[in-house]
């Protein structure tokens, strides 16, 4: 069944360990880049990883006041970045309230939009964990009544959205969604939904993690999930349906996409990058952290996205799969294309993100489906690092190594899934 009001993907926004903006992004990925290195934030003796991928370089003034950035934790304000870029991409920075950091230059230009037709889903996992510890750690060393006023509202998991909504005057649908490392993907599915149900025209959508904390990192850790540097590089860490996978590496950033009904796109004029032509979203019911052995919930997940998109497994050109990197949910994702694609499987390209990035978390599935909609406007798909011997576990699958391949890619599957055995699959095709 296809969507009854089409749902445009028409800008988009990123912070990652491989840049900054999009554009930086994309490049590096393209050319094979690295963003993993050494944690160096505290020591790693006593943990099970050692490894990470941050984001360098991010300027929060740019976008904050003093205030606002001891107010607002790190995942709040990679959210914001990204969104003013998507915002501007999309045609829509005009929104911008002229009286905050950076609104003056981006004020320029206005739009025939309303702002009570839009919303925002800018999502986080795991919420800010840092201003969540700096408050924990000053009421332990000072008493109760040194824990900031500010603490409760820059904990919450939603200041991501409320502080987009606010910086934008925006009206429509806002709230955060927690759905793991299904987050980034579940916000564009429920961000389309909302514009499919006429409750907006346009919606800022994504999802962001920061969560690089000495507690999260020992968590993850101990429950055997995440990886070490191999032959003591970093950038070999993460190596997605490699057999000497271990785990993978925590990353951090955001990414933010601007979808628009497609008729309100075209009567502005906005660039459209792609249209989420279809989504599936699904639970495995079984366990908090293993996936179904044979990837039975992503399986559905993925069919529900085909049939909502009205294609079948070969109508698809390119597959951005989750690929975590651990040994377990490699094999059950791998199994779950197979059963959709079958045999076909072997000869459909697929490229692992986390091998260069790491795993953004909440952020995840929102910057991978910025790589996708890269894909499909230049024709290319970029390379996985670190598969050097393809795990025979897996059967024969085709996973683009060594350098950008050139595809033609009219449509894009993008899987994520989560801890809590939360599922999402996206359809993404080219403009018309």
């Not at 959210?79 to 002229?98: C, R, V």
Request: aromatic share 6%.
């Amino acid at each position: 069944m296809k969507l009854a009001r089409r749902v445009a993907v028409t800008g988009l926004g990123a912070i990652t360990p491989l840049g900054n903006d999009v554009a930086t992004f994309w490049r590096r990925l393209l050319a094979g880049e690295s963003g993993v290195q050494f944690i160096h934030e505290f020591p790693t003796d006593a943990l099970r990883s050692d490894v990470c991928a941050s984001v360098s370089g991010f300027e929060a003034e740019r976008f904050l006041s003093k205030k606002e950035t001891d107010i607002y934790g790190r995942v709040t304000q990679f959210s914001l970045a990204a969104a003013i870029e998507a915002m501007d991409d999309a045609g829509l920075g005009g929104l911008m309230k002229a009286d905050v950091p950076g609104g003056l230059e981006r004020a320029s230009g206005g739009c025939a939009v309303e702002r009570e037709r839009i919303g925002c889903l800018m999502s986080t996992g795991q919420g800010p964990v840092d201003i969540f510890e700096q408050q924990i750690e000053r009421s332990r060393e000072r008493g109760p009544r040194a824990v900031s006023p500010f603490f409760i509202p820059g904990v919450m998991p939603n200041s991501s959205a409320a502080l987009v909504s606010m910086r934008f005057g925006l009206m429509g649908p806002s709230f955060n969604i927690a759905s793991a490392c299904a987050t980034g993907t579940h916000s564009l599915a429920t961000g389309a939904m909302m514009i499919e149900a006429g409750l907006a025209d346009v919606m800022v959508t994504g999802g962001a993690e920061a969560a690089t904390r000495l507690n999260t990192v020992a968590g993850f850790g101990n429950a055997r999930a995440l990886s070490r540097a191999k032959d003591g590089d970093p950038r070999r860490s993460s190596r997605p349906f490699d057999v000497a996978r271990n785990g993978f590496v925590m990353g951090e950033g955001a990414g933010a996409l601007v979808l628009e009904e497609y008729e309100h796109a075209k009567a502005r004029g906005a660039p459209v990058y792609g249209i989420l032509s279809g989504y599936g979203l699904t639970s495995d019911g079984e366990h908090l952290t293993r996936p179904h052995e044979d990837g039975r919930g992503v399986k559905l997940a993925a069919l529900q996205a085909l049939e909502r998109a009205g294609l079948g497994p070969d109508a698809i050109d390119y597959v951005n799969p989750h690929a975590t990197s651990t040994p377990a949910g490699d094999i059950a994702e791998v199994r779950a294309l197979r059963g959709v694609f079958g045999e076909r499987l072997a000869a459909l390209p697929m490229s692992a993100t986390k091998s260069l990035v790491g795993h953004l978390l909440g952020g995840a599935g929102a910057v991978e489906s910025i790589a996708v909609l890269c894909s499909i406007r230049d024709g290319l798909v970029h390379p996985s690092l670190n598969v050097d011997n393809l795990d025979p576990e897996l059967g024969p699958v085709d996973i683009v190594r060594g350098a950008p391949r050139v595809v033609k890619v009219r449509h894009a599957l993008k899987i994520s899934a989560g801890f809590g055995g939360h599922n999402c699959a996206l359809v993404f095709s080219a403009p018309e």
